[in-house]
């Protein structure tokens, strides 16, 4: 199929393409390695939550352009940021703003899958450890330095930690440190581990996948994970919880497609 894209705007800082089911949000601000500005954060923000709630997008890629996947939050809007909280007394409210997009990508009922290239620094990697699906290029570098910059990766942390266990996050954070993306595999941050000429083969693969898969069971997965990450698994309420989810689910009419396809060996026909 034709890609169509949705922003002709070159000079966008996000780029928004529809191919097949899925659509890919490109990072283009490659002059500065992708650095998030505050047009770039809102621009995403936006389109996690009107795609996530669209029945015709499957997954939603996020990808870069340049040589880099992004080098984190742009520092003078940080800086720009930091004055104009000093001056209105809003330092908490600008923060709560950047925090509103490793929410919006985490708690998107649409899969969202990161290719990742080049630097992937700072608030990047928390951009990356949102996302529920990590294809990575052998030749990237990734990096938390904002203790190098006077700051904490405050509003990534509760995504990156989860991504790379707390004792990795114990020397990264404190160090900020490059490591490696064979490092980032290792600590299973990255769930695929390619070449550059072969990470959108890679990719493409894990697409058609999605592709085969109920949209209302992935999005439902991907609340269960979440739920079931933060419950006591000897607790009563736990297993009454996951029990009732899965009644839930069952009753339902893609349920009722999905189990009848199979039976029958036959494609499901789901709707979205």
Not at 106 to 124: D, F, N, T, Y
Not at 229 to 254: W, Y
Request: aromatic share 4%.
């Amino acid at each position: 199929m034709t890609d169509t894209a949705m922003n002709n705007t070159a000079e966008k800082p996000v780029i928004e393409t529809r191919k097949g089911k899925s659509v890919w949000l490109t990072l283009n601000r490659p002059q500065v390695k992708n650095a998030m500005n505050g047009e770039m954060i809102a621009m995403l923000v936006e389109a996690f939550q009107r795609l996530g709630a669209d029945s015709e997008t499957r997954a939603i890629v996020l990808a870069a352009n340049g040589d880099a996947f992004c080098s984190g939050a742009d520092l003078s809007y940080m800086m720009q940021m930091a004055q104009q909280a000093a001056a209105s007394g809003t330092n908490q409210q600008s923060a709560v703003t950047l925090t509103s997009l490793f929410r919006g990508i985490a708690e998107c009922p649409k899969p969202v899958v990161a290719r990742v290239h080049g630097l992937c620094l700072a608030g990047a990697t928390g951009l990356v450890s949102a996302s529920d699906i990590i294809v990575a290029s052998n030749n990237v570098k990734f990096s938390l330095p904002e203790v190098k910059r006077g700051l904490i990766p405050a509003t990534i942390s509760p995504y990156v930690v989860q991504a790379m266990g707390v004792q990795a996050a114990r020397r990264y954070f404190i160090t900020g440190e490059t490591f490696s993306a064979q490092k980032a595999y290792e600590l299973g941050m990255v769930h695929e581990l390619t070449t550059p000429d072969t990470l959108d083969t890679t990719l493409d693969a894990i697409l058609a996948e999605l592709d085969t898969c109920a949209p209302d069971a992935m999005a439902a997965c991907k609340t269960l994970v979440r739920d079931v990450s933060r419950m006591d698994i000897t607790a009563d309420e736990t297993h009454a919880d996951v029990a009732a989810q899965l009644a839930a689910v069952r009753g339902s009419a893609e349920a009722a497609e999905g189990m009848m396809a199979f039976m029958e060996k036959r494609k499901p026909k789901w709707v979205g």
